[in-house]
């Protein structure tokens, strides 16, 4: 799954990357870099750029040779490459500064601060704008990677935590959730698009929902003593974790399960009444409240080394093993052990430089926990055939261009998009477990 964009301060020849759970991107002042994570000790380099220099945004269709690209350079225009042949397919120009892209197999999102464009990927043909939307600095918003539900999610507020639930396929406004009091700081759908995370400016309170119905499934508390900047939030593939990154030094991991009361019976003790007694009363408390006491903790915690720089997650699976990796805006990408069965505090494996070679650096601490175990692996890399394009909605002639909304002028695609073969797009599971 896609993650948010990190810019780098602190490191001038780096300012973006992005994760995916098999293959990294980063933009720097000359240009980009695409890295392949299929293994723990070696981050191999695939491919790099130095067209267009000071790239800020670059966003790789999973494993394809689809790259879109943004610099600061001309920030009012995308870039779409084909980076095996080393061709640009079609370039776009908009009427303001470009802050976020999106991509799926099937629709190529675009965010300005105040409109959405919604273009079909297969030949680059803008279907739908978005106009007027509120007031978006930072252009967040999340679109589903799985194409058959490619709904997209933004703010639907600028002073509250609305959330605009938008039909990519179908080009309809799906529903409206009521998620957060305060503005959205961070938005991510699971693999299937079947739920969708959210978390408010004040950082304290994660909350799951039901796509496309919108109802409460989870609420997480990341803390209560202080508010956050939430950076990231990431499903696992297999939707069972959530992961939240913030500007502090801690990463929480949810666990994303219905606990249920299966403990046995108590004996008639004082503390076992006034237990009993402390449960019964949340049935009586304000919603707000009771909802508080009954949120869940961490599941699992890494504790970084840093603090006060921004930070993206990804929960993937490398060489069979559940890792969580995160990517640091001084550079820099650590890989974890997750245990999947008890959690805990996660253990640092490795850690490799993005800015130099690509190649690993030692961790100087010593992994004592036992090999994990395989079942959970199994679970997580299921096998899938690859989607047919046989349903891919054509052109929408009044898409974008119903009530005096404006094109952009851009430079449409000659033909549809042709990448080497179909086999580029890896396989998503359409189940949700």
């Not at 069965?341 to 926990?369: A, P």
Request: net charge neutral; with cysteine; hydrophobic share 35%.
């Amino acid at each position: 799954a896609t993650l948010e964009a990190a810019k780098l301060p602190r490191a001038p020849a780096s300012r973006f990357l992005s994760c995916l759970c098999s293959s990294l991107a980063i933009g720097t002042t000359t240009g980009y870099r695409l890295f392949s994570l299929s293994s723990v000790e070696q981050l191999d380099q695939v491919h790099e750029s130095n067209e267009i220099p000071d790239v800020y945004i670059v966003e790789r269709l999973f494993s394809s040779s689809l790259v879109v690209v943004v610099s600061h350079a001309k920030p009012q225009q995308m870039n779409v490459y084909h980076f095996k042949k080393g061709t640009e397919i079609c370039n776009y120009s908009y009427s303001s500064k470009i802050l976020s892209i999106r991509l799926n197999r099937q629709r190529l999102v675009v965010c300005l601060e105040e409109s959405i464009y919604i273009h079909n990927i297969k030949d680059m043909k803008l279907l739908k704008t978005i106009m007027d939307t509120p007031p978006n600095t930072t252009g967040l918003c999340a679109l589903s990677i799985n194409h058959a539900n490619s709904y997209l999610a933004y703010p639907g507020s600028a002073t509250s935590g609305e959330i605009a639930l938008y039909d990519g396929n179908t080009l309809k406004t799906a529903c409206t959730i009521p998620a957060h009091d305060g503005p959205l700081a961070a938005l991510a759908f699971n693999s299937t698009g079947s739920k969708l995370a959210s978390a408010s400016e004040k950082g304290t309170v994660i909350r799951v929902f039901s796509i496309p119905g919108g109802q409460k499934l989870y609420e997480f508390r990341r803390g209560m003593k202080r508010y956050v900047n939430i950076s990231s939030l990431v499903f696992s593939m297999d939707s069972q974790f959530l992961c939240a990154s913030s500007n502090t030094e801690t990463v929480h991991i949810f666990k994303l399960e219905h606990l249920t009361d299966s403990r046995p019976e108590e004996p008639p003790t004082w503390s076992g009444y006034m237990g009993k007694m402390f449960q019964a009363a949340t049935n009586y408390l304000p919603a707000q409240v009771s909802g508080m006491m009954n949120q869940d903790r961490a599941f699992a915690t890494v504790r970084l080394n840093i603090s006060g720089q921004r930070n993206i997650c990804a929960l993937s699976t490398i060489q069979k093993l559940p890792r969580l990796l995160v990517t640091t805006s001084d550079g820099h990408l650590y890989i974890y052990n997750l245990d999947p069965q008890d959690g805990g505090e996660c253990v640092l494996i490795k850690k490799h430089s993005l800015l130099g070679s690509g190649k690993m650096e030692e961790n100087t601490e010593n992994d004592l926990r036992p090999p994990l175990p395989q079942s959970y692996a199994a679970t997580v890399a299921r096998q899938s055939t690859v989607p047919s394009t046989s349903t891919m909605p054509g052109y929408s002639e009044d898409g974008g261009a119903l009530r005096g909304e404006v094109i952009p002028e851009h430079e449409f695609a000659t033909g549809p998009v042709c990448l080497d073969d179909e086999n580029e797009f890896p396989p998503v599971s359409i189940r949700d477990p």
